[in-house]
């Protein structure tokens, strides 16, 4: 199953060239911090791009020439109230850019924590993490 993008054409450009050029732009002139620092983790908004977007690509500057072999997107819930996190049921995430392949391995583990569920409806018409 595949969770196509929701946001594209109003949190950011819908189009792969459109996109490209925004984040091309976004990270030009952004500093890498201290590559020496191992870095564990990022957090950045997701505003509309117009307004955090050259935030957010400051925040991912820092993983320029970084060595990753799995990357974990967490975002607020925004359109359904949950007592868990939710994992969306979804295999691939589309963007612009391409799909995204969901680790099964991983989100078997997520799941099996207690702390999560599977809940494709909280990630269908969500914003944070697409954008």
Not at 33 to 44: P, S, T
Not at 54 to 64: I, N, V
Not at 65 to 77: C, E, F, L, P, R
Not at 86 to 114: H, N, R, Y
């Amino acid at each position: 199953m595949k969770r196509e993008a929701f946001a594209a054409g109003k949190f950011y450009p819908g189009s792969a060239k459109e996109l490209k050029s925004f984040i091309k732009e976004a990270v030009s002139g952004c500093d890498s911090g201290n590559q020496e620092r191992q870095l564990k983790g990022i957090l950045v908004p997701h505003a509309g791009y117009v307004y955090s977007g050259k935030t957010a690509a400051m925040g991912h500057a820092r993983l320029k020439d970084k060595k990753i072999s799995t990357v974990i997107i967490m975002g607020s819930g925004h359109v359904k109230y949950l007592d868990k996190a939710a994992v969306p049921a979804s295999d691939i995430f589309s963007t612009p850019l391409g799909e995204i392949e969901i680790d099964a391995q991983l989100k078997k583990e997520f799941l099996s924590s207690g702390f999560f569920l599977e809940d494709e409806s909280a990630h269908l018409r969500e914003h944070s993490i697409e954008v």
